[in-house]
């Protein structure tokens, strides 16, 4: 039942933190939570010091409510509202006492549950269509994502762990070099979960693509093992300039300029006789658009160029002119109607 604004007349330091309302506004303020809080404090001014000492109080955790899921959340506030349940004591004097040892009770829960968290909490990066994101890992390394793409690794890598990071969608991979001589430790590994494959790699530059059922791993620099999960016993060494592609269940080298093959990076484009099907793949893959034909023979068109992917309408249009074709996006369908000239 939503509270009544008396509710709050009597309210106490632990009451305050005990309450969710009272905890969001502080770490994850919104409008209507001010409207609300700073009305409780034009009604009960003398509620206004015990708020500013609450606000204090959580603030100085930095506890980290987003990398909590609503399940998890629940849980957390189930966790603290069970070890802090406190027997009423009519002795008057003792109230404020008991209000602050249960303040700092919960000050300790709370911050050992937020350590916890986010200790051992995932990072989730997930780029909306058409765009790109640069991710810093913990330890250096640098990720460019690509659209429609997202990353997930643990927040904070141990020396005694091995660096991991799992891949949906596309993404160029700069790892930082840390194996140096002797045997290589567990922190000095880097593994990347993609699809269907392990990619290990000791201090390198790569691409990765994990779309429509089917991976690619191309390597700039540096050397990197791929492994199948179902096959870890068996390892393919890859060294620069290989492409290897993994659909079917099978593995696959592809003579490809691994160099155009990373392109997209830098916002372009390489194509060598490639299938116009492929291309609007490639629209709905990064921009989201489905594609409408009024012939399946555009299809089997090929297009051969260098062109730039920074604007998604300069880049239709491009494609629309090489090949005398009518490309009309459709904003409400987010569908491309494309018709022969």
Known sequence: MKKQLSDYQSY???DLINDKSFMLWVSQPTDELDIKWI????AYPSLTSIIAEAKRIVLSLRFEVEILDKKEQQE????????TTLSSIPVRKFRLWSSYAAAAILVGVLFAVGLLYSSFQQVTIQTPYGQMQIVNLPDGSKVTLNANSNIKYDR??????????????EAFLRVNHLHKN????DHQRFVVHTGALNVEVIGTSFNVNDRRGRTEVALLDGKISLVLRNQEEKSLILVPGDIVEYAGGKLNKKPTNVVEYTSWKDGKLYFRDVPL?????YFEDIYGYKVSVDDPKILKRRLSGTMSSKN????FETIARTLNLSITPNKASHELIIKAK
Request: aromatic content about 12%; cysteine-free.
């Open 39 to 42: 009305s409780i404090q034009k």
């Open 277 to 281: 099907s492929k291309i609007f793949n």
């Open 12 to 14: 106490t330091l632990n």
């Open 182 to 185: 002797g045997p290589v430790k």
């Open 312 to 315: 998604e309408m300069v880049f």
């Open 76 to 83: 957390l506030w189930n966790t603290i509202a069970a070890r």
């Open 156 to 169: 904070s890598w141990e020396d005694n762990e091995i660096r991991e990071v799992w891949i949906e969608g």
